[in-house]
């Protein structure tokens, strides 16, 4: 199983991108230790213009794959998952070019599970 975890330009959490991923207690069952996973941005919002050099793309694209390392709990009551093996792309793969892709190698039993992680089956 690979899961994609969404990072958005302004957010609540205290992600780090490649180290760290903080996330809801209610999305600690579909993370685990050792899955792949694929980073997604969505669409840069027009008044966040400033983030645009950071980004591959102001389009919604992918940017990387790793994997999920240890999961530990924050004093909030959230979690955060360790990333490991994090590889940046080198260029952005457009959302609407990866649906493509995934039609042709995943069996369509994807799942959305909230803003912030999605679950792909094989």
């Known amino acids: 199983m690979c899961v994609v975890l ?3 330009d302004v957010s609540k959490w205290d992600d780090e991108t490649g180290e760290r991923y903080h996330f809801p207690k209610m999305y ?5 230790p050792g899955m792949r996973f694929v980073y997604y941005k969505g669409r ?5 213009k400033q983030f645009s050099p950071q980004r591959l793309s102001d389009l919604p694209h992918y ?6 390392g ?12 360790t990333l490991t093996d994090f590889q940046k792309f080198d ?5 609407k070019k990866m649906i ?4 042709e190698f995943l069996i ?5 599970i909230g803003d912030r992680v999605f679950v792909l089956y094989q």
Do not use: C
Request: charged fraction near 30%; hydrophobic fraction near 40%.
């Open 70 to 81: 240890d999961i530990k709990p924050d004093d909030a009551g959230h979690l955060y998952a």
């Open 108 to 112: 369509v039993r994807n799942r959305t």
């Open 6 to 8: 969404a990072e958005n």
């Open 44 to 48: 840069l919002d027009p008044k966040n």
């Open 28 to 32: 600690r069952k579909w993370l685990s």
């Open 100 to 103: 493509i892709i995934m039609r």
């Open 63 to 68: 940017f990387g794959i790793g994997r999920i």
């Open 91 to 95: 260029q952005a793969v457009i959302a």
